[in-house]
């Protein structure tokens, strides 16, 4: 390839428009979704341990998502990661979801994000735990009427009987970012260029 093409080349790649890159979720357990969800707030930091129980069917967890929201408008906000535990609220932990920031009155859904997707083995009994980092402390839904079979929730590391945290969990599948995409197409142009295809 000639100079002025390579030039033409990295001027392309140079210019991808940067998109944040989206995902898929493969939902695995849940005790319910965004059309039902709840009817108590549990207080993140007054309840430590608190979190849920959870039977996966899968062999990875790779998030969590909960619903949060703010009790005490007071123009602070909140700093949440979750703790996948194994054999107890308490027990050892395998991983932690990268902290997620939440402002004042914020209320809704948050998917919380492991660096990469954990290995849990499918029909063992797994714990998550939402954590504030840092700021004040923020609810997360519950209710008694959710039914989840594979497991239940914790407040001050008791169980709560006949009571889940709202969640969702399952695998993440991250879509290749827009530069990922951009050198896959010049790296085609010019597999192309060098095997004398036209190029459109």
Request: proline share 6%; with cysteine.
């Amino acid at each position: 390839m000639k100079t002025p093409g390579l030039l033409l080349l990295f001027a392309c790649v140079s210019f991808v428009p940067e998109v944040k890159a989206q995902g898929t979720f493969i939902y695995d357990q849940q005790s319910s979704d965004e059309n039902q969800l709840g009817g108590g707030v549990a207080d993140i930091t007054s309840s430590q341990p608190i979190g849920q129980s959870f039977t996966p069917s899968l062999s990875a967890v790779g998030f969590v998502r909960l619903y949060l929201s703010d009790g005490v408008f007071n123009g602070l906000g909140t700093t949440v990661y979750v703790n996948l535990r194994a054999n107890s609220i308490t027990g050892n932990v395998l991983a932690a979801t990268s902290p997620v920031s939440v402002g004042d009155r914020f209320v809704g859904s948050v998917d919380f994000l492991f660096a990469s997707n954990i290995a849990v083995t499918p029909q063992a009994q797994y714990y998550f735990q939402p954590v504030v980092q840092s700021g004040q402390s923020f609810g997360v839904y519950a209710y008694n009427s959710f039914g989840y079979s594979g497991g239940t929730a914790f407040s001050q590391g008791i169980v709560v009987p006949g009571w889940d945290l709202w969640f969702r969990e399952g695998l993440y599948v991250p879509e290749p970012s827009s530069a990922a995409l951009g050198l896959l197409g010049a790296a085609q142009l010019v597999w192309a260029r060098r095997r004398r295809f036209p190029v459109p």
